[in-house]
């Protein structure tokens, strides 16, 4: 064999071989598809409900599994915050505040700051609907705002009498607002808020 023919057939084994290795490598490389961003799952209790005991001007009925507590202090001076709680869900790190206030020639104000309270999520929320609630056998009348979007607060909603008693309610989380991995709990706890209302009644007037 000629020296020109042994350095062709050189040339062509090291372009095999250098083709074979590229096969291999192509070959072993893994095809990655990134992963749709998750979350851990939360389990939910069953539902079941007692009657909130204790002397408050006002009645309804909470989850097994929340607890109460009181809220500490006075606000903006009224005279009617030891009626004020919190109906906590240690589970979920998250808290309904209720508090309370009489109806003195002043549920034109009262509803206005409900109104306001909600709406100061406006900012951070995709969309705040609204949802009337009529008891008239309890004389119980309101609103539910449904805040939508990553906001501190996703319920909120008021009930009064219009003559005597105002109540006004707030879910909030111990935790970043992210509305898709609080998606399940909002969806859970909106049932407990909505038996809170229906079972609202007073108790005394003030």
């Known amino acids: 064999m000629t020296l020109p023919d042994q350095f062709m057939k050189r ?3 090291n372009w095999l071989f250098l083709g074979l290795l590229a096969i291999t490598i192509v070959g072993c490389k893994e095809n990655y598809t990134p992963k749709p961003k998750s979350y851990f799952r939360i389990g939910l209790p069953e539902r079941a409900y007692l009657l909130l005991e204790g002397e408050y001007p006002y ?13 500490a ?5 009224s005279d009617t915050s030891e009626y004020w709680i919190n109906v906590e869900f240690p589970q979920f790190h998250g808290r ?7 109806v003195v020639n002043n549920l034109a104000k009262l509803v206005d700051d409900a109104h306001a ?6 900012v951070r929320a995709d969309a705040i609907s609204q949802r009337e609630f009529q008891n008239p056998a309890n004389k119980v ?12 607060s996703s319920y909120q909603f008021y009930m009064t009498d219009s ?23 909002n969806e859970f706890l909106l049932k407990d808020i909505e038996r809170l209302i229906e ?8």
């Open 11 to 13: 040339m062509l084994n």
């Open 141 to 152: 009348f309101g609103v539910l705002f449904d805040i939508k979007g990553n906001t501190a």
């Open 96 to 102: 309904l505040y209720i508090t309370y206030k009489p």
């Open 199 to 206: 079972t609202l009644a007073w108790k005394k007037q003030i």
């Open 73 to 77: 202090g006075k606000y903006s001076g």
């Open 117 to 122: 309270f909600a709406y100061k999520h406006s």
């Open 163 to 185: 003559t005597r008693n105002f109540l006004r309610g707030a879910l909030y989380f111990d935790t970043e607002p992210n509305k898709d991995s609080l998606a399940p709990v």
């Open 59 to 71: 009645k309804f009925e909470i989850p097994v599994y929340s607890r109460i507590s009181r809220y």
